[in-house]
């Protein structure tokens, strides 16, 4: 899902598997994984996504580029 962010363009979550999927503005897409579903619900809520994302996401679980 496209959102408006200067820092994140989309955001994709898979709660069978825990994954989320952050494409950043600059095409660097990452997936993120064993992220609770209550975190991705509040991150696609979050008025400013970077700021969700640097705080609550980056650094907490592991992670590869895709």
Same mark, same amino acid.
């Given at each position: 899902?496209?959102? #408006?962010?200067?820092? =994140? &363009?989309? =955001?994709?979550?898979? /709660?069978?598997?825990?994954?989320?999927?952050?494409?950043?503005?600059?095409? #660097?897409?990452?997936?993120?994984?064993?992220?609770?579903? &209550?975190?991705? @619900?509040?991150?696609? @809520?979050?008025?400013?996504?970077?700021?969700?994302?640097? @705080?609550? =996401? &980056? #650094? &907490?679980? /592991?992670?590869? @580029?895709?």
């Amino acid at each position: 899902m496209h959102v #408006d962010s200067a820092a =994140i &363009r989309a =955001i994709d979550y898979t /709660p069978e598997h825990g994954k989320l999927f952050v494409t950043f503005q600059d095409g #660097d897409e990452y997936v993120y994984v064993g992220v609770p579903e &209550r975190v991705s @619900r509040a991150f696609f @809520r979050a008025p400013s996504k970077g700021r969700f994302f640097q @705080r609550l =996401i &980056r #650094d &907490r679980y /592991p992670y590869n @580029r895709v």
